[in-house]
Each structure stands twice: as structure tokens, then as C-alpha cells.
């Protein structure tokens, strides 16, 4: 039904896609694979001739006509009543000023003349079949009123409202929780397998998680920086892969190559009874006077000992991440305590024996873009720390420190005085790795430091995650979301949920029998093989 | 180690493990300034701008009624830096000497005395008394724009009034930029309670009618220019203020604050070589544009007689004679092209100013699309 034929889609002199050649059958699920630049949103993009400022050539058929031939009135006809488009994040994906109600309507009043009656009529129908509570209400909801999940399945109604023949789904899944991501997926499985029996909708999910894939698609496509290098029926491509390039996205698996810890290995970290409250505005005249708290974290208790790592999983919300700017001295503890090496981090005024304790802890942080100062040379974003711990050291002493730092988390040594725009986001991600070990820590706290990478990319970190830990015998406090990551980097496991831990336990026995119910449904949510 | 392999650095030279050679590569500073002056018409309004402004600043050298040197008698005179009495050059009094007196000019030409003058031969008070046409006379050989109702010469008014403006300009805008800076980021980096108190003071103070106040100061004192300086001053950080504590309040909880906290530093050292350095693009954006509003409220003030005391040379005080002289085209046409053009070259610049900082259009030119 869909034939893309030799498609190249050039921004000025760089190709974006290069001679792709792409079939989906009607009725058909297929799923365009690739890192981040591989170009596959944008050739999904190009299927709406959505691309602005961009030299295409080559042909895209749909249905027996060449949407790169149309003129923009035909055009408009065909997007949204032949071919369908879900966004990966919903919340900007939908107008924040009309109700959802009115976002389904607009489309069906436009490609199929309804007015208004009707199509508030189908709007609660679709919403329904989305799986949506209530419709009847939820359709008068603005997109602000709806949870992550129910946006989603919001888009999803819109994108069904016209009957496409073709529908694309850009990560739909990706800006969700693990738990929410399963629903949506079997929500489009179920949607779909209807859809096709009745009049042969097919699904072009454009992804970079593989499980996903191997669930969901009947044939996967693996881009690779523009250019198709393999297409395969899913169950093939997986046991079977043929190009060294789907090798190695398949193989990217985190593994697990960890040290069990020492017996007799010291606590470096100890809390007990932690509890975190974040002042909640009110309302008005009132907050000069009265505050208003939410307890982000209740009774938080555990310990980190020398060279283990503890891993923290919780979805969205859970207060993974309050605990650690809890730990780093980042956010006020309302009970509790923290000890650091034995020392409390309350009991700790003068700036002197701060700077001691923070010479202990370091921590990545999960946007790598985010976490360089983008007016630092790498040179002073390693050095920074340095100077301030270290100030025996002269400025060829700190210079070579710096080279060596950089050298252990796989850098040139000669990239000293260049930005961090110039880097990637794994190598990035090396560099704050660097200014983090700069100190000589004995903890890190690790922030999701994987999560905003590709998963090749993702592996490599990883691997010199468990090297430095091995050679200097530190502590991680690993917060992920991932439990793949989990299972391969984390000797214990805390599972959290609405700021409290429900379960924690070595990682092999929470992986293989979690007590709990919540993480028997996020294990399964997360579709491990 | 296999996790050493990376994607090569985006541009450069192909990554060997050498250590010495250091690739230095274009500064965040250097690039708005590449990007700045690839805009044309902002970068040669620029160089116009300070051509003139860098001329203004020699006024003395251009228009002044001392000449540069003197050759009397077999001895050599410097007036322009020192001040001689007219009997020196022999006149009849111990007054100081005027070198446009006919008198004067007839002695300091006789015989082997010579005098070099500056290209005009006015400076912006001096009265001619010896001119030919009744004031204000139209431009001429002497005075190439004209002169005044009081027989002030326009071309020096002018030179010195630009001289004057722009100076102003640039210390109202120095001292509203750091008083702004300084009040924002200590709301912005601190927030919570101070942000709060901050922001009320601040509704307060902005809602005093500062014209008023103005008129009523100078009502009281003499206006000269440095009340006016730190009367504008009060009220001119104001707006620039809530910019940087909203650049201030974004950037102080972006991770490599939160990493540079970490670390150890002090407030005062995050806020300095962190939070600033990635806050100032509003305020140099601002720049020109607060300059060109700094000119803008010296000259009105002027015009409307709030401002400096006669005879100080300011370009609104020329505007109201050009009103008060409608016949006399010279005043107000050169005066307005004058404030015009300046007016003007602040605007490109600070247009291309805004396009070089702009993160969307030069990501865009730099990777040419995608996402």
C-alpha cells in the first residue's frame, strides 16, 4: 500500500536519508529501527511531506499516487483521513487551549463534514474504544487535566478518528512510564489487529527499543545514519541478524560483568529514617503566612557499602530523584539523617568541612546536554574541582591530572580547550564522568546517566561505569527507570513508588521473585527477555 | 579497552590518542562575535559608529577656539592646553586671550608668527562676536553648518552634544546593567522568600512616577549631568532586572549547577563562573537598544529644558532652538540627522547583536536541519 522508493532527503549538503527503499502491505505492522540521527523520524515525516527546507527526491506511493507530487491542497486532504500521525510526547503534541473533545472533532468535521453533534458523538466513541474511563466526561477534559497515559491514548483516538489507512507512530511509547508504556502498546496492538481485519490499516512504528519491536512489529526496518541496511520479517532479524550494524543494536543488551562486594566491605553511606517535604505553594495571601508541604519521601532507610552498587527503580514520580539531591546536600532533609563515611551531612556547617565531604560524593546527571556549562572549556569543567580540592596542585600538575582523567573514561587528551557543543551525547556524558571522578570520590550518585543515550552508546557507558568501579573500588547510587540497566549494573535493588520504598533485596532476587505487586507488574511491564 | 570506542568529536581532526598538542577550538564568545560580524549591515553600522565616536572623543582637536600651536615673537605656544592672557600676544588687556579677535589673528599672522588651528575653528560656547551676519547666520566657510540664536557654532555644538549623549549613554547603561544583573540574580539564584520580598520592592519602586520625580529634583537642585545620571540610574535597571532573574531562575537548576554544587563551591563562586556567564544573553542583547533609550531620555529631557544647565552642548537643547528658530532649517534638520543616525546605527547593531546570541538561528545555520 505504502511504497517509498529510492527516497533522499538533503539539508543543505548533508543527507538525512539516503536511496531508501521501504514496503508496507496493507494491514501490516512494521517497525523503522535506528539510533538517534539515523533519520528515521524524518523519513516518516516525508510520508506527510511534513519536511520543511529539505531537497527531496525519489518517490513515496501511496495507494497507487506519489504524495511527493501533490500540491499542498491535496495534500491537506490526505493528512489526517489517509495517513495518521502519533507524537512521541503527548503533552506538546496536543493544543493546551481545546479540550480533547474538540482536537478529535476538528479532524472529522474537516475530512468527513460531521458537525458538531456528530462528532462529539464519535469523539466519545473513539475514546471509549482508546480505552479512555468516563469518556463522556473526559472528552470535555483539556489535555492538562489527563494523565501522561490518557494523552496518549487521547492522541491515539484522534489519529483512529478518520479511519486512516496508514498510521505512524513516532515512539509513542517512549515519554511514558514503563507500566503505562505496555497498556498503549497493547492498546495499538488491539486497535490495529481490528483496524486491519476490517480495512487493512497498516502501522509504520518508527522506535529505538527493541523489545518493543519484538513485540509489536511483523517486519523491522534498521536505519543507520540515513541509509536502510537491513529489512527482515521481526523473528529473522532476531535470530538471525545478517548486517554487522543490527548485530551490534541487538547485542547492546547491557551485561552483567560485576564484582560481588567484600563481606567485611565499610558502609560509605547510611541513612536512616530519611524524609523529604517540599513546601507547596498556597493559594493567594495565604502563603506569606501558612505553608503548605507534600512529603516527597517517607522513611527512607538503607546503606551503601565499599564497591557495591545499589540500584533505585521507580517510575515517574516515585522520588528517585529528590533522594538523591537528598544525599548530595542538594535538598533539606525534614528527618532523618545522612551519614557520610560515619559523619553526618546535617551536622555540617563551615564551608571547609563541606568541602571535605563533598570531595567524598560526586554525581552524573542523566541530560548529558544539560550538565556541562556550555561557556566552560573541558578543560575547566575537569579542572574545576580540582582547583577547589586540590590546591597543592599548579596548573601543569592539574593540566596532566586532567589528560589522565581523561584518558580513563576513553578521551583524547587533546580536546582541553574545546566546548562541550563539539561532543556528543556519550562522550558528554565521559566528560562528566571525568569531572566526577576529578575529586577522587569513594561514592558516585548516578542519575540516570544512561537513560538520555542510544543504546549502543549506553553500552559503552556502561562498561566504563563497572571498570572504574572495579580499579577504584566505588560506591554507585544508580537511580534508572531501566531495569534491563538494572539487572546488569546493580548488586542491590530498592524499588520505590510514591516516595517510599516497597521492596528491596538483592538484585537476582528481586529480578526473579519480587514479592511485591508493583514490581512483579513493572518486571513485566518492561518486557525483559 | 572496547569501551573507549566512540563516535569520532563531531568537527576536527581525526582523534589519535596524542596528548600534547591541545586542539583549541572557537570560544561561545568568539563565535557570537564571528556571527555578529557576518551581518553587514549590523557590523558596519558598528564601525561607523565608533569611527564617529572615537572622533567625538577628540573634540578638543577638531573644534576649539584655541589654536593647536603658536609662533609669536620667536616662541612657541600651546593654547589648547594652556591658557595665556591677550597682553601675550599684544592685546590691551590681561583678560584671556580670544584668538578669533581680529586683533589677535592680525598679530599672531604678522611676520614669521604663525598659529595652527584645529580644522574648525569654534568651540562649542565659543560666541563670535566678530561675525559678519546676524545669528543665527546660515553655514558658511566659518561655520559649516551655521550658527546658534547666540552665534554658537553647530558643528561643534553638535560634535560635543554627540560626545556628551553618547557618554551619558554608555554610563547609564553600564550603571543600569550592573544595578539590573545584580538585582535579578540575587532573586533569581536565591529565590523562595528573597525572590518574593525582591519582586514586591520592586512593583513598589517601579511605580513611582519617575518623571515627576525627575521634574521635581531638578526643581530643587541645579540639574547637572550627574543628577541626572543618578536619577535615571534609580530607575533605569528595573527592566533589565526581571530578565536576568528569569535567565537566573532557569539556569540555577540545570545540572552543571547542581554538579558545580556538588563539587563543593561557594554561591558566590557558582553564581559567578556558572549561572552568569550562561545569563547574560538578554542583557547584551539589551545593550544598544538600552543605550539608544539612554540618548533618547537625555535628549527629551533637554528639549523640554529638565535637563543640563546651559551652555553644556546636548543635542535636545539644540532640537528647542531649532523650534524656537524654525526659519533657521540648520539647526534642527543637522541636529535631527544627527540623533536620527545614531539612533539608527544603535538599532542595527543591536539587531545583529540579537541574531548573533540567538541560539535557534545559529544552531540552524550550524547543522543545516534535522532535529
Not at chain 1, 422 to 446: D, H, K, N, T, Y
Not at chain 1, 498 to 522: F, K, N
Not at chain 2, 6 to 34: C, F, N, Q, Y
Amino acid at each position: 500500500m505504502l511504497s517509498i522508493e529510492n527516497l533522499s532527503i538533503r539539508f543543505g549538503d548533508t543527507f538525512a536519508v539516503k536511496d531508501l527503499s521501504l514496503q508496507v502491505s496493507a494491514g501490516e505492522r512494521v517497525a523503522l529501527v535506528g539510533e538517534s540521527g539515523s533519520g528515521k523520524s524524518v523519513t516518516a515525516l516525508s510520508i506527510l511531506k511534513l519536511v520543511g527546507s529539505a531537497q527531496t527526491s525519489g518517490r513515496i506511493m501511496l495507494a497507487g499516487s506519489d504524495i511527493l507530487k501533490k500540491s499542498e491542497p491535496e495534500l491537506r486532504r490526505l493528512r489526517g483521513r489517509d495517513v495518521a500521525m502519533i507524537f512521541q510526547e503527548p503533552m506538546t503534541a496536543l493544543n493546551p487551549l481545546f479540550t480533547i473533545g474538540q482536537q478529535i472533532g476538528e479532524s472529522l468535521r474537516l475530512h468527513e463534514g460531521l458537525d458538531r453533534r456528530d462528532a462529539h458523538a464519535r469523539g466519545i466513541q473513539l475514546l471509549a474504544r482508546t480505552g479512555i474511563p468516563e469518556p463522556e466526561r473526559r472528552i470535555n477534559s483539556f489535555p492538562h487535566q489527563l494523565s501522561g497515559g490518557q494523552r496518549q491514548r487521547a492522541m491515539i483516538a484522534m489519529a483512529l478518528a478518520c479511519r486512516p489507512k496508514l498510521l505512524l507512530a513516532d515512539e509513542p511509547t517512549t515519554a511514558l512510564d514503563v507500566t503505562v508504556r505496555k497498556q498503549i502498546i497493547e492498546l495499538l496492538l488491539e486497535l490495529q489487529e481490528e483496524e486491519a481485519a476490517a480495512r487493512g490499516m497498516a502501522i509504520l512504528l518508527i522506535t529505538h527499543d527493541l523489545n518493543l519491536v519484538r513485540r509489536f512489529a511483523q517486519r523491522v526496518a534498521v536505519m543507520e545514519k540515513g541509509v536502510l541496511v537491513e529489512s527482515a520479517p521481526t523473528e529473522q532479524l532476531f535470530t538471525a541478524p545478517q548486517h554487522p550494524y543490527t548485530k551490534r543494536l541487538l547485542d547492546s543488551e547491557p551485561q552483567r560483568d560485576i564484582e560481588p562486594v567484600p563481606r567485611n566491605a565499610k558502609p560509605v553511606l547510611e541513612v536512616s529514617g530519611l524524609a523529604v517535604d517540599y513546601h507547596k505553594p498556597a493559594v493567594g495571601w495565604r502563603q506569606m503566612f501558612k505553608k503548605n508541604s507534600f512529603r516527597a519521601l517517607h522513611d527512607i532507610n538503607f546503606e551503601l557499602r565499599r564497591g557495591e552498587t545499589l540500584g533505585v527503580v521507580g517510575e515517574s514520580g516515585s522520588g528517585k530523584s529528590t533522594l538523591a539531591s537528598a544525599v548530595l546536600g542538594l535538598q533539606y532533609a525534614s528527618e532523618g539523617e545522612i551519614h557520610i563515611d560515619g559523619r553526618a551531612l546535617a551536622g555540617l556547617h563551615t564551608s571547609k568541612q563541606k568541602r571535605a565531604l563533598y570531595a567524598q560524593m560526586q554525581v552524573v546527571f542523566q541530560d548529558p546536554y544539560g550538565s556541562l556549562s556550555p561557556r566552560m572549556t573541558i578543560e575547566q569543567v575537569i579542572g574545576e574541582g580540582l582547583a577547589m580540592h586540590r590546591p597543592d596542585m599548579d596548573a601543569t600538575a592539574r593540566r596532566a591530572r586532567i589528560v589522565e582523567l581523561l584518558q580513563e573514561v576513553g578521551l583524547p587528551g587533546n580536546v582541553l580547550q574545546r566546548y562541550p557543543h563539539e561532543f556528543s551525547g556519550g562522550q558528554r556524558q565521559r566528560i562528566a564522568i571525568a569531572r566526577a571522578l576529578a575529586v577522587e570520590p569513594e561514592m558516585l550518585v548516578l542519575d540516570e546517566p544512561t537513560s538520555a543515550l542510544d543504546v549502543s552508546i549506553q553500552q559503552q557507558v556502561l562498561r566504563l561505569l563497572t571498570r572504574l568501579q572495579k580499579k577504584y573500588n566505588l560506591s554507585y547510587l544508580f537511580i534508572t527507570h531501566d531495569l534491563a540497566v538494572m539487572r546488569a549494573m546493580a548488586h542491590r535493588v530498592m524499588v520505590m513508588k510514591d516516595g517510599r520504598v516497597i521492596e528491596s533485596g538483592a538484585t537476582e532476587d528481586i529480578m526473579s521473585a519480587p514479592s511485591h505487586p508493583y514490581t512483579r507488574a513493572l518486571l513485566e511491564a518492561s518486557m525483559l527477555s | 579497552m572496547s569501551d573507549s570506542i566512540d563516535i569520532p568529536v563531531k568537527s576536527g581532526a581525526p582523534m589519535a590518542a596524542v596528548t600534547h598538542p591541545v586542539e583549541s577550538s572557537i570560544s561561545p564568545g568568539r563565535r557570537i562575535w564571528l556571527r555578529f560580524k557576518s551581518n553587514r549591515l549590523g557590523y558596519w553600522s558598528f564601525i561607523i559608529f565608533m569611527v564617529i565616536f572615537i572622533f567625538s572623543l577628540g573634540a578638543e582637536l577638531i573644534a576649539n577656539d584655541r589654536p593647536l600651536v603658536v609662533r609669536y615673537d620667536g616662541h612657541w605656544y600651546f593654547p589648547i592646553v594652556k591658557t595665556y592672557a591677550e597682553t601675550t600676544f599684544g592685546g590691551d588687556f590681561p583678560t584671556n586671550a580670544n584668538y578669533l579677535d581680529p586683533y589677535i589673528v592680525k598679530n599672531l599672522t604678522a611676520g614669521d608668527n604663525f598659529a595652527i588651528y584645529t580644522p574648525n575653528h569654534y568651540h562649542y560656547d565659543t560666541l563670535n562676536y566678530f561675525a559678519p551676519v546676524p545669528n543665527p547666520a546660515p553655514p558658511s566657510a566659518a561655520n559649516w553648518l551655521g550658527t546658534d540664536q547666540f552665534g554658537r557654532d553647530i558643528f561643534s555644538r553638535l560634535l560635543y552634544g554627540f560626545r556628551v549623549s553618547v557618554l551619558f549613554g554608555i554610563a547609564l547603561t553600564l550603571s543600569g546593567t550592573v544595578l539590573g544583573i545584580l538585582a535579578g540574580a540575587l532573586q533569581g539564584y536565591f529565590g523562595g522568600r528573597t525572590d518574593l520580598i525582591g519582586q514586591r520592592l520592586i512593583e513598589i519602586w517601579s511605580s513611582l512616577p519617575d518623571l515627576y520625580l525627575l521634574i521635581i529634583f531638578a526643581s530643587i537642585f541645579e540639574p547637572t549631568l550627574f543628577l541626572l545620571f543618578i536619577l535615571l540610574s534609580l530607575f533605569g535597571w528595573i527592566g533589565l532586572s526581571d530578565y536576568v532573574r528569569g535567565e537566573f531562575l532557569r539556569n540555577r537548576s540545570l545540572d552543571y549547577v547542581r554538579a558545580a554544587r556538588t563539587m563543593g563551591l561557594s554561591h558566590w563562586q557558582v553564581i559567578w563562573r556558572h549561572v552568569l556567564p550562561n545569563s547574560l544573553t538578554p542583557v547584551i542583547t539589551f545593550l544598544p537598544f538600552r543605550m539608544s533609550a539612554a540618548i533618547l531620555a537625555l535628549t527629551s529631557l533637554d528639549f523640554l529644558g529638565l535637563g543640563v544647565p546651559p551652555p553644556t552642548p546636548s543635542l535636545g537643547e539644540l532640537l528647542a532652538e531649532g523650534k524656537n528658530n524654525l526659519d533657521a532649517w540648520w539647526i534642527s534638520v543637522t541636529t535631527f540627522t544627527v540623533l536620527v543616525v545614531t539612533l539608527l546605527l544603535l538599532t542595527f547593531m543591536g539587531d545583529a547583536l540579537r541574531n548573533a546570541l540567538d541560539k535557534k538561528l545559529s544552531d540552524a545555520s550550524l547543522s543545516g536541519g534535522g532535529k
